[in-house]
T-cell receptor, first 112, second 114 residues
């Protein structure tokens, strides 16, 4: 049973560019959450998708957007990249919105 | 506003010693609390989930306790091994957040020396 998968593993972009990160949830899970983790910090909640809708959003600007597909996979898009967007981006999945969350390996984004 | 704190930020113990990791939170209206392990540059591995109605959870050498009234959880790791070296994070979800948003502490970095 595959766990949560994320692609790509690493990305290097320059300021002002746009990036798309992808996540496939664990089998049987229908809810996907995205988190940003800066070096030495705990993850910060970006948003959560359930039934293809954004259900809750953290304190992130509109440059951060997402999408959930009918197969429950999800994308995170970041526009107009800033140096401060450099971080590990983590995807988590769960059954519904109140169950234990399982995390993927993350995508390391570096903005130069 | 919920604040989750983990002290100390780093901890070093000799192999075989028991590990005690602390997590405190300011708002007791939590739905559940989860402990995670993170290896350098990697994702999070779920260790234990404690529902707000529970006092503790156990899995192998790991035991986590929860005291909502005092805003504390403790993760105990018995007979530590070098393979236990990692960063340990706690996270809470709130009853006021119907969509299961996790709020994390900054973690405790653990080194177990042979």
């Amino acid at each position: 049973d595959a766990g949560v998968t994320q692609s790509p593993t690493h990305l290097i972009k320059t300021r002002g560019q746009q990036v798309t990160l992808r996540c496939s949830p664990k089998s049987g899970h229908d809810t996907v959450s995205w988190y940003q983790q800066a070096l030495g910090q705990g993850p910060q909640f970006i948003f959560q998708y359930y039934e293809e809708e954004e259900r809750q959003r953290g304190n992130f600007p509109d440059r951060f957007s997402g999408h959930q597909f009918p197969n429950y996979s999800s994308e995170l898009n970041v526009n107009a990249l800033l140096l401060g967007d450099s971080a590990l981006y983590l995807c988590a999945s769960s059954r519904g919105t109140e169950d234990e969350q399982f995390f993927g390996p993350g995508t390391r984004l570096t903005v130069l | 506003k919920q604040e989750v704190t983990q002290i100390p930020a780093a901890l070093s113990v000799p192999e075989g010693e028991n590990l005690v990791l602390n997590c405190s939170f300011t708002d007791s209206a939590i739905y559940n609390l989860q402990w995670f392990r993170q290896d350098p540059g990697k994702g999070l591995t779920s260790l234990l989930l404690i529902q707000s109605s529970q006092r503790e959870q156990t899995s192998g050498r790991l035991n986590a306790s929860l005291d909502k009234s005092s805003g504390r959880s403790t993760l105990y790791i018995a007979a530590s091994q070098p393979g236990d070296s990692a960063t340990y994070l706690c996270a809470v979800s709130m009853t006021t957040d119907s969509w299961g948003k996790l709020q994390f502490g900054s973690g405790t970095q653990v080194v177990v020396t042979p």
